[in-house]
């Protein structure tokens, strides 16, 4: 199954994942749009300003220096631990692919005399 990697978005190195310390999962707080809340059972819904909701701020292993020097080519102006997804898992085979493995697969089986 296709599993999502990240990476430092300006210079290709591996991202890490520290706990936001302002805030809970992502959250700072209830607000239902009335001045005095009557919820029976208030439930946070105020995203965090700090990780704007995601509950983890990343940050690039790589040192300041050498991200900062070293970009990726056209990724001059992308801010230091900027989040990159990529899917890391088994590849999709084609069409072709399919069809020439089961004739590899016919013709390596052995044939009797």
């Given amino acids: ?6 990476n430092c978005a300006r210079c290709g190195s591996s991202l890490d994942f520290d ?8 959250f700072v707080g209830h607000d239902c749009g009335e ?3 009557c919820c029976a059972d208030p439930y ?3 995203a965090c300003d700090i990780c704007h909701g995601t ?4 940050h690039c292993l790589a040192s300041r220096e050498w991200c900062e020097a070293n ?6 102006k992308v801010k ?5 997804a990529f899917t890391v898992g088994p590849r999709k085979r084609g ?6 493995s089961k004739a590899g697969q016919e013709r390596s089986t052995p044939t009797e005399p």
């Fill in 95 to 100: 069409k072709h692919a399919e069809e020439a």
């Fill in 35 to 37: 001045d005095c809340c």
């Fill in 1 to 6: 199954m296709p599993q999502v990697e990240y």
């Fill in 71 to 76: 970009p990726l080519p056209g990724r001059e």
């Fill in 19 to 26: 706990e936001c310390g302002n805030c809970d999962d992502g």
């Fill in 55 to 58: 509950g983890s701020l990343p």
């Fill in 44 to 46: 946070d819904n105020v």
């Fill in 80 to 84: 230091r631990s900027t989040p990159e």
